[in-house]
């Protein structure tokens, strides 16, 4: 081989390695989840919920189980298999006669926690095998649906709280959050209305601008990268890819997000949480590219901190709180897991 042909293959070479060492090995990884994960579970309170300085007990409690659910725990199986049924129970008493997770006089935008809510708890049925945990979730499942119905503005969104309640408010990051939930519920077996899902899905391309962004509300206020993404998650849960919108927000969310990046927006975390699940979605080298700019960010980021069994790590930027930037970050990293029927391609 001349020189030219080795400098060739070598540049090649270190191509192809550079992506995997941006972010460290998987051994690094799996230490900083672990570590993530056993934070999370050293702030769970003595009633099995999470909260975010003392607020959003329901959308805290579903996040943060979400992302142990990730690891491959059960209510029943694995590491964090206590936490995860604590955080189940705590959520069924949480249910109301009207069907909402949450409590309304505690929290003044509760149907971030319902959705997130129906999310967590629908992917928990799937893999529950006590009767009578399985009967308590399917009655508060498809109570919560039915809520959630009802909850929908005229224009086919949600607000921070239901219809009736908001005034017919909407905006984006909630009407993505009952979406996916109600999505998650309906492959648990919750039957879901499909006129619902049709007018969310008609409210979010009413939304979508010229340009591929989605804007704020049916009212207006300009394209957002971050509910653009969460959009677009959300339309490839309910198994659309129209050829006019789907191409033209995925390019609106290159164009503001591309691969990792730095917060020039705001809700960096929020928008990465759902442009994850598009990259991993499209798999292949968009997925391998996200994954070793975003990874790269996350464990560089990620705080150690001391436990009273051990070490941890979280992530405290934002301003809603570390529980919440923590369990979104550690969401993401554990997306190859597959763990969770939602987020697998």
């Not at 492959?187 to 969310?200: L, R």
């Not at 959009?231 to 995925?250: H, I, K, T, W």
């Not at 391998?288 to 700019?293: G, L």
């Amino acid at each position: 081989m001349n020189a030219r042909c080795f400098v060739t293959a070598l540049a090649a070479w270190i191509a192809v390695c550079a992506p995997l060492a941006a972010y460290g090995n998987d051994e690094e990884i799996d230490r900083v989840v672990t570590q993530g994960l056993d934070w999370l579970a050293s702030r769970q309170q003595r009633l099995g919920h999470w909260t975010s300085q003392g607020r959003y007990p329901a959308a805290m409690t579903a996040l943060s189980g979400l992302a142990m659910l990730c690891e491959g725990s059960t209510t029943t199986e694995g590491r964090y298999s206590e936490n995860i049924s604590r955080a189940v129970d705590y959520l069924i008493s949480q249910s109301r006669p009207n069907g909402l997770i949450g409590d309304p006089l505690r929290d003044d935008r509760y149907t971030y926690g319902h959705g997130f809510s129906m999310l967590f708890l629908s992917q928990v049925l799937g893999e529950e095998e006590d009767a009578q945990r399985r009967e308590e979730l399917v009655d508060v499942l498809t109570r919560a649906v039915r809520f959630t119905a009802m909850a929908q503005t005229d224009a086919g969104g949600w607000g921070y709280v239901s219809a009736k309640d908001g005034n017919g408010f909407d905006e984006g990051s909630t009407t993505i959050t009952q979406v996916q939930g109600l999505r998650s519920c309906r492959n648990a077996g919750i039957p879901v209305p499909k006129e619902v899902i049709d007018k969310a899905v008609k409210y979010i391309k009413d939304c979508t601008l010229r340009d591929g962004g989605v804007q704020y509300s049916s009212k207006g206020g300009g394209g957002r990268p971050a509910i653009t993404a969460a959009a677009v998650a959300c339309l490839f849960n309910a198994g659309e890819y129209d050829e006019d919108y789907v191409p033209r927000m995925l390019k609106y969310c290159e164009q503001h997000l591309g691969s990792g990046g730095q917060d020039n927006y705001g809700h960096w975390h929020y928008a990465h949480f759902y442009y994850s699940q598009v990259q991993y979605r499209e798999a292949g080298d968009i997925w391998d590219s996200y994954r070793a700019a975003t990874y790269a960010k996350l464990v560089r980021e990620a705080k150690p901190v001391n436990l009273p069994d051990g070490k941890g790590v979280v992530w405290d930027q934002g301003y809603i709180g570390a529980v919440y930037t923590t369990s979104l970050n550690l969401i993401i990293l554990q997306l190859d897991n597959a763990a969770l029927p939602i987020y697998q391609r």
